[in-house]
Nanobody, 121 residues
Framework: QVQLVESGGDLVQPGGSLRLSCSAS????????MGWYRQAPGKQRELVAT???????DYADSVKGRFTISRDNAKNTVYLQMNSLKPEDTAVYYC???????????????WGQGTQVTVSS
């Protein structure tokens, strides 16, 4: 099996910064694209940022210039550096990864349990 475990969520003041981490563990042959999503109360889950296996990145317009996604393939970990945080960034942040468990297997999508980010004074 595969597990994704997020960490780094916290309460922070507007304008502050946080760094989220998500580590994959278990039976892993290869990890493809990884990403961060978020879900605010009463809203649908939305894409925040993605990073390919080749480290190409993509961001939601709402976070461009403020958030940076990166990955450490040796550690099976993806990060989300969040700067200039705003109250509207408040949400549960979820990690997603496409993981293959064997050479001839297929990539399946896995989700973490979520970490709460609250931006408030």
């Amino acid at each position: 099996q595969v597990q994704l475990v997020e960490s780094g969520g916290d309460l922070v003041q507007p304008g502050g910064s946080l760094r989220l981490s998500c580590s994959a563990s278990g039976i892993i042959f290869s990890i493809g694209a990884m990403g961060w999503y978020r879900q605010a109360p009463g809203k649908q889950r939305e894409l925040v940022a993605t990073i390919s296996s080749g480290s190409s990145t993509d961001y939601a317009d709402s976070v461009k210039g403020r958030f940076t996604i990166s990955r450490d393939n040796a550690k099976n970990t993806v990060y989300l550096q969040m700067n200039s945080l705003k109250p509207e960034d408040t949400a549960v942040y979820y990690c997603n990864a496409r993981i293959k468990m064997s050479l001839y297997g297929v990539f399946n999508a896995y989700w973490g349990q979520g970490t709460q980010v609250t931006v408030s004074s």
